[in-house]
């Protein structure tokens, strides 16, 4: 699906570059999400071809002129505000408590920094861009990955009265007030051209929001996002509708019954954008 689009700020939209799903026939018994994507795998692998790295005692080093440096070239540090990372971890994985918006001081250059889901969690993202480019080594590169608010489809099929259009637009405009947004992957592109960084690539997809599609693997990616969202629509609510947009906690669980019920609905073809941006700082 990427396509590169270097050096560029304009492009289609999401809408122009992607078909829109077929729909699948909405069974008039049940509706188990996972009974219908039994055709998958739940463990398909990667294969080793992608790294030509050379392995050694449980450590990759650098194929190219092997054995001429020392040290392994796969140290993996992860960040977050909150201690919440497993503790069971490889050797070469380090997490640390940080906020990333503060200035970073980290010691070394990083080869590739890849940031999933943090939309509506950065206020500054331009700052953040410049921290990163500062923070890789030239050559290196940064990857991002953010949904986009609010819940969209390509006919019409998910009103705009409905709980799950309204609770998504709401999220949205929250977030702006908090002075972020949950919109920000729409201007990633942008934003990494103006830091410097060069080999702009947007790849947009959509993630859709229960079952309704016809294609196997959209159908799968529904199914795994809808769980997600079910489950998690009251704790990503919470803040944003309290205090920002000054709601009772009562109201809010009334709403996010019926934002549940529209999400399985599956005679609304809804689905997320979903960004990936990455880009290049130059050699
Ligand atoms: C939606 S979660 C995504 C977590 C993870 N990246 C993933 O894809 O599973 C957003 C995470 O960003 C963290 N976060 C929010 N603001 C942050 C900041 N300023 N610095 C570092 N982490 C932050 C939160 O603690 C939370 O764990």
Redesign the pocket.
């Known amino acids: 699906m990427a396509e590169n689009t270097s050096q560029s700020h304009s492009g289609p939209s999401a809408e122009e570059r992607l078909p829109t799903p077929a729909a699948d026939p909405v069974p008039e018994d049940g509706d188990s999400v996972f009974d219908e994507i039994s055709a998958y795998s739940e463990t398909t692998s990667l294969t080793s071809t992608i790294l030509n790295y050379r392995r050694e005692n449980g450590r990759t080093y650098h194929a190219y002129k092997a054995g001429s440096y020392i040290l392994p070239n796969d140290n993996v540090t992860g960040?977050?505000?909150?201690p919440?990372q497993p503790s069971f971890v490889p050797p070469n994985v380090s997490f640390f408590v940080?906020?990333?918006?503060?200035e970073w001081t980290y010691t070394r250059p990083f080869d590739f920094i890849y940031?999933?889901?943090?939309t509506?969690?950065?206020r500054d993202w331009p700052k953040m861009f410049r921290q990163a480019y500062e923070n890789l080594s030239p050559g290196g590169y940064i990857e991002l990955?953010d949904p986009i608010y609010p819940v969209t489809s390509d006919d019409g099929t998910v009103p705009k009265e409905s709980a799950v259009f309204k609770w998504s637009t709401l999220m949205n405009e929250a977030a702006h007030k908090l002075g972020t947004g949950l919109d920000s992957g729409l201007r990633y592109k942008d934003q990494l051209i103006d830091a410097g960084f060069t080999n702009v690539t947007e790849a947009p997809y959509k993630w859709p929001m229960n079952t309704w599609p016809k294609d196997l693997k959209l159908k799968e990616l529904g199914a795994w996002g809808n769980v997600n969202l079910v489950g998690g629509v009251q704790g990503l609510s919470m803040f944003l509708f309290t205090k920002m947009l000054g709601w009772s906690t009562d109201e809010l669980e009334v709403f996010c019954v019926d934002v549940r019920k529209d999400m399985c609905n599956k005679e609304f073809h809804g689905y997320w954008r979903v960004n990936v941006v990455y880009a290049q700082k130059p050699e």
Request: aromatic share 0%; no cysteine.
């Open positions: 960040v977050d505000l909150s919440i940080d906020d990333l918006e503060a940031m999933r889901a943090m509506g969690s950065i990955m």
